[in-house]
């Protein structure tokens, strides 16, 4: 069993910063990859981006720039910084795992519960 856990939501005005994280349990040898995907109210859940264990990132464009995605393997942790945040990015931000090798097998696509970043002055 694995689970994800995110934290760092909160309300923030235009301009602003926000660090999101998402540590993941359970009986785990690895994770790869990990990430971040938000969805804002009527839309689709959408990629924001995404980390492999050797550190290659991949970002949406409406983020490049502005956000950072970093890991931290030893702890099964994902970060996503934000900085200079648009009303635009207001959303539940969902964290996954795309392929976690735990003692018991392999769990495909895990996701957290998601943490809501609201951008609003």
């Known amino acids: 069993q694995v689970q994800l856990v995110e934290s760092g939501g909160g309300l923030v005005q235009p301009g602003g910063s926000l660090r999101l994280s998402c540590s993941a349990s359970?009986?785990?040898?690895?994770?790869?990859?990990m990430g971040w995907y938000r969805q804002a109210p009527g839309k689709q859940r959408e990629l924001v981006a995404t980390?492999?264990?050797?550190?290659?990132?991949n970002y949406a464009d409406s983020v490049k720039g502005r956000f950072t995605i970093s890991k931290d393997n030893a702890k099964n942790t994902v970060y996503l910084q934000m900085n200079s945040l648009k009303p635009e990015d207001t959303a539940v931000y969902y964290c996954?795992?795309?392929?976690?090798?735990?003692?018991?097998?392999?769990?495909?696509?895990?996701w957290g519960q998601g943490t809501l970043v609201t951008v609003s002055s």
């Open positions: 996954n795992a795309g392929q976690v090798v735990t003692t018991t097998g392999i769990v495909f696509d895990a």
């Open positions: 359970g009986s785990i040898f690895s994770i790869n990859p």
């Open positions: 980390i492999r264990s050797g550190g290659s990132t």
